[in-house]
Structure formats: structure tokens, C-alpha cells
């Protein structure tokens, strides 16, 4: 999502294109720490970017969008899928230099952990010291509309959705 390139480059990271055809020519070997949260082509140009030091951290689940990615079955499994869980087992147990963080298995792992900091935000919220970016409020369903606006990148903040919410509006950027 590039919204959030400039702030990330003011916290001093540098964000590349999701395909690596586009800049690993010039990058190859020269990166201190990869964050790599697309598995594009199973770590590997993630890896060959880093520098001899460097290391590379995965990022799980790892949602695609359409187009992606060829959904052809196999089985109970989309290769897609497969893909995905083999690269998952490649990151974990036989990279060097790599750690592999799961958000979902630590949710599950440390679910009071995470009402804990849900409870903290909230109290933050509460007070005004905090003051989230709200692109729009959907109702039900308007949901559809505001996941393609997401998947697109081009929601201006988070979407939220008010079940009860009765209208359907207009979503900037569908």
C-alpha cells in the first residue's frame, strides 16, 4: 500500500515495489533488514537482496489479492495455498538470518495479551490522545465495496463497518 511509503521513509525504511523484477537488480546484496509481507516468490528476492549481515523477517498470513496468484485446485488445497505453506515451512526451518512471525498463531497463542492492548487503545481513544483515520463507515452490506477500495490501496484510512448502519454510500475510489 503505498498511502504509507512517505512514513515509512520518515522512520528511515525504504519501500519497493512488490515485484521484484523492478528493483533487485540494482538492490542485490545490499540490504541490512527485509520485511517481506507479500512472499511474491517464496523469500527469494527477499533474500538476495539482503547483505551478507543482513537479515529477513516474514510476515504472516500472507493475504492475497485477485490477481495475484493462480487459484488452481488441488485437491482439498489451492496451489496457491500449497505455495503459501511451503514457503512458510522454508522461512521457519531452513533460512538462516530469518525470523517468521505468524499475527494470527500469536493472537491465538496470547489472546489476553491482546485484549489487554485492546483495553489500553481504547482508554487512549477515550481521551483524545489518540485519533484514528477514518476513511468511511459501511454498513453490512457495503462491506464488499469498501474490501476492493482496501485491496486497492486507495482507502484513506481505515474503513470501518457499522453493522446497523442502514444506507449504502458512495465509496470514494470504487
Known sequence: NESKHRYLASLGARCFP??????????????????????????????????????????????????????IGCGIYLMADVSQMLAEAKAKYMLTRTSFLNTEEIFQQNTARYKQDLRYLMFLLERGWIKPKVANQVPLKGVMDSLYVVQSGTANGTMVCVPWKEDKPQIQGY
Open 18 to 71: 512488490v515485484n521484484p523484477r523492478s528493483w533487485l537488480s540494482t538492490s542485490a546484496g545490499t540490504f541490512d533488514i527485509v520485511i517481506d509481507n507479500s512472499c511474491i516468490d517464496a523469500y527469494s528476492s527477499s533474500r538476495a537482496a539482503l547483505n551478507a549481515n543482513g537479515s529477513l523477517v516474514c510476515l504472516a498470513p500472507v493475504y492475497k489479492t485477485d490477481g495475484d496468484e493462480t487459484n
